[in-house]
């Protein structure tokens, strides 16, 4: 279960501090990938409920795998509501990764939706996260000041109002993806256009200028792409994928032995 007593902001902090915080994406629901990852050395791992088909009745046990590896456990919602924020934060995530978030509007709601009154508007319930109703005082505070809320940026809405994202109190940073954002440009998956490249080039621009941490999520399983964005100033990274890991690594070893045969 999880422990308040422990330091859980660690990720926060390194977000406001844009100290570098490299973790990986879930999407295969089994406890195994989870330790297998936690050998790696991430720091995070952020479990998909968008695009996988990881479920509520899943969630619970797969969050607290990953923080029982000593890792933080996040979460990418399936879409910016109420209830599938809340209900992760209430299984014991340590904080949220927000879908398509466009404008200030809805960045602001994404706040609401994790952080209790009077900051926000979240529903109080009683689950793993409060310990089952015996730490709600607790975690009250540890919401208040330790839970992350990232905007993922994945339209060229939320580029033309990134400087409006950004000054909404509570927005911890952003992560950019990159697949979605070229496809609301018409070009899905082709992010090595000239104007998809640009489009990510005025988030750069923008988070500098503010100050602000930069978020990417690099698909790609060879460090080198994410090692590009480290060059570039990122210092909250999404390394690739559990299944690209996995089959990357497979077909690489495969195609080597079958040239040797």
């Known amino acids: 279960m999880k422990n308040f007593s422990h330091n859980k902001s660690v990720l926060r902090q390194k977000l406001q501090n844009q100290e570098l915080s490299i973790g990986s994406w879930l999407t295969i629901p089994h406890q195994a990938v989870v330790e297998v990852l936690s050998t790696a050395g991430f720091e995070w791992l952020a479990i998909d409920m968008e695009h996988s088909p990881i479920n509520a009745e899943t969630i619970m046990n797969l969050i607290g795998h990953i923080q029982g590896n000593d890792m933080q456990a996040l979460v990418r919602v399936s879409k910016n509501e109420e209830v599938p924020i809340k209900s992760v934060l209430d299984a014991g995530a340590d904080g949220v990764i927000v879908p398509m978030i466009k404008n200030k509007k809805e960045a602001i709601e994404a706040v609401n939706y994790v952080k209790y009154p009077p900051i926000g508007k979240r529903g109080v319930g009683l689950n793993r996260a409060q310990k089952y109703g015996t730490a709600f005082d607790t975690y009250q505070k540890w919401v208040k000041n330790h839970a992350v809320v990232i905007a993922q940026i994945e339209h060229i809405e939320a580029v033309n109002n990134l400087e409006e994202i950004f000054s909404v109190p509570g927005i911890d940073g952003i992560i950019v993806g990159p697949y979605d954002l070229s496809a609301s440009m018409g070009y899905p998956g082709e992010y090595d256009r000239q104007d998809v ?21 690099v698909i790609d399983s060879d460090h080198s792409k994410t090692l590009e964005k480290i060059n570039k100033g990122y210092s909250f990274l999404a390394f690739s994928i559990d299944f690209f890991f996995l089959g990357d690594k497979a077909r690489q070893e495969m195609n080597l032995l079958k040239k040797k045969l």
């Open 197 to 217: 490249k640009e489009a990510l080039e005025r988030i750069d621009i923008i988070a500098k200028k503010l100050n602000k941490p930069l978020g990417f999520h």
